[in-house]
């Protein structure tokens, strides 16, 4: 899922306005470390968290019988591609708008394949999402061990991060979701920091012409950094859909579109979405590129007219259909005043 982590906007602005003469830290880089095998992490169940199996939400009756991709997606490690390849070249859909699979009224899953969210969403949502389990296999850390090995610091069970869903109606009976990021944030450190200015130069070269042509990396050696550093929180964000222009947590420009957009209506009150995206990744230092698909799957339960309660999964997938990673989450979120 490399595409849709990437650094927050603010954060680079921040860094950009108050990167002025004064910089200066400890040196605490921790080198990044790949994992002999597969790697699983989950939420104590001690904490207050959805079971493994189900995720079932707080409150929702247990003899209440629901199957959508989440409960394939959370039943065990790893998850199966659910997309036929193309030749190498996937024909791309860059649409939102809600298309319905041709076989999706033939699947095992419960409920219809819907063509819009229901009309009772349509707004703004916001809350917090908390990350319940992430799993990394070891294929992820061929292409870029430093950035597998930093996506899986940075989403370690029980972080926490902000959402925004917004729920519009470009057309009269058709609400759709649109695009949406959970941004998170860290303790800023001087590795970070010094990887997040030498991500920005690689990106932008031009920025060196607003600090007299001094390299970027060079900024945390000037007097009165260190304290800069420790107030700039690391901000990143696990984005939902596809991105164009982005910058991972390591450098890596992103760009992704959707192949495939399925809404499902499970019952009344509860309705998943799944998204298909076909992914290229570029490290700008090799030159190398990575092809890879992610899925996204979001559900909301309607537990009231103002409190939706939310599960999402995202799963990285390589050129080939193979597991990458995974990470699900979940929350709740009021409806926006």
């Given at each position: 899922?490399?595409?849709?982590?990437?650094?927050?906007?603010?954060?680079?602005?921040?860094?950009?306005?108050?990167?002025?003469?004064?910089?200066?830290?400890?040196?605490?880089?921790?080198?990044?470390?790949?994992?002999?095998?597969?790697?699983?992490?989950?939420?104590?169940?001690?904490?207050?968290?959805?079971?493994?199996?189900?995720?079932?939400?707080p409150?929702?009756?247990?003899?209440?019988?629901?199957?959508?991709r989440?409960?394939?997606?959370?039943?065990?490690?790893?998850?199966?591609?659910?997309?036929?390849?193309?030749?190498?070249?996937?024909?791309?859909?860059?649409?939102?708008?809600?298309?319905?699979?041709?076989?999706?009224?033939?699947?095992?899953?419960?409920?219809?394949?819907?063509?819009?969210?229901?009309?009772?969403?349509?707004?703004?949502?916001?809350?917090?999402?908390?990350?319940?389990?992430?799993e990394?296999?070891?294929?992820?850390?061929?292409?870029?061990?430093?950035?597998?090995?930093?996506?899986?610091?940075?989403?370690?069970?029980?972080?926490?991060?902000?959402?925004?869903?917004?729920?519009?109606?470009?057309?009269?009976?058709?609400?759709?979701?649109?695009?949406?990021?959970?941004?998170?944030?860290?303790?800023?450190?001087?590795?970070?920091?010094?990887?997040?200015?030498?991500?920005?130069?690689?990106?932008?070269?031009?920025?060196?012409?607003?600090?007299?042509?001094?390299?970027l990396?060079?900024?945390?050696?000037?007097?009165?950094?260190?304290?800069?550093?420790?107030?700039?929180?690391?901000?990143?964000?696990?984005?939902?859909?596809?991105?164009?222009?982005?910058?991972?947590?390591?450098?890596?420009?992103?760009?992704?579109?959707?192949?495939?957009?399925?809404?499902?209506?499970?019952?009344?009150?509860?309705?998943?979405?799944?998204?298909?995206?076909?992914e290229?990744?570029?490290?700008?230092?090799?030159?190398?590129?990575?092809?890879?698909?992610?899925?996204?799957?979001?559900?909301?339960?309607?537990?009231?007219?103002?409190?939706?309660?939310?599960?999402?999964?995202?799963?990285?997938?390589?050129?080939?259909?193979?597991?990458?990673?995974?990470?699900?989450?979940?929350?709740t979120?009021?409806?926006?005043?």
């Amino acid at each position: 899922m490399t595409t849709k982590f990437f650094l927050s906007m603010l954060m680079v602005n921040t860094i950009i306005l108050m990167s002025l003469p004064s910089i200066a830290a400890d040196n605490d880089q921790v080198p990044a470390t790949k994992p002999s095998e597969a790697s699983t992490s989950q939420a104590k169940p001690s904490e207050s968290k959805p079971a493994t199996s189900t995720m079932t939400p707080p409150g929702k009756p247990k003899t209440t019988t629901l199957y959508g991709r989440i409960e394939e997606i959370v039943s065990g490690p790893g998850a199966k591609l659910p997309y036929v390849l193309k030749a190498l070249k996937p024909k791309f859909d860059t649409s939102l708008s809600g298309k319905i699979s041709a076989a999706g009224a033939k699947t095992r899953y419960s409920g219809l394949v819907v063509s819009s969210f229901p009309g009772e969403f349509k707004g703004v949502w916001q809350g917090t999402l908390t990350i319940f389990a992430s799993e990394y296999a070891q294929g992820r850390y061929v292409f870029d061990a430093k950035e597998a090995s930093k996506e899986k610091q940075l989403t370690a069970p029980g972080t926490q991060g902000q959402v925004s869903f917004e729920f519009s109606e470009p057309n009269p009976g058709n609400v759709l979701l649109q695009p949406t990021q959970i941004t998170f944030t860290a303790p800023m450190d001087q590795a970070k920091w010094q990887d997040t200015l030498t991500q920005l130069q690689s990106a932008s070269p031009e920025l060196k012409g607003l600090f007299g042509g001094a390299d970027l990396s060079q900024l945390s050696q000037m007097p009165g950094m260190a304290a800069l550093i420790a107030s700039v929180p690391y901000m990143y964000a696990l984005h939902l859909g596809a991105i164009q222009n982005g910058m991972g947590v390591t450098g890596n420009t992103l760009n992704s579109e959707i192949v495939k957009n399925e809404i499902r209506k499970l019952s009344s009150s509860v309705i998943e979405q799944q998204l298909v995206i076909a992914e290229q990744v570029r490290n700008p230092q090799s030159g190398k590129i990575r092809i890879d698909y992610s899925e996204n799957v979001i559900r909301f339960y309607k537990q009231s007219d103002k409190q939706l309660y939310v599960q999402a999964a995202c799963i990285g997938y390589n050129q080939q259909g193979v597991f990458q990673d995974k990470i699900v989450l979940y929350g709740t979120v009021q409806r926006a005043q």
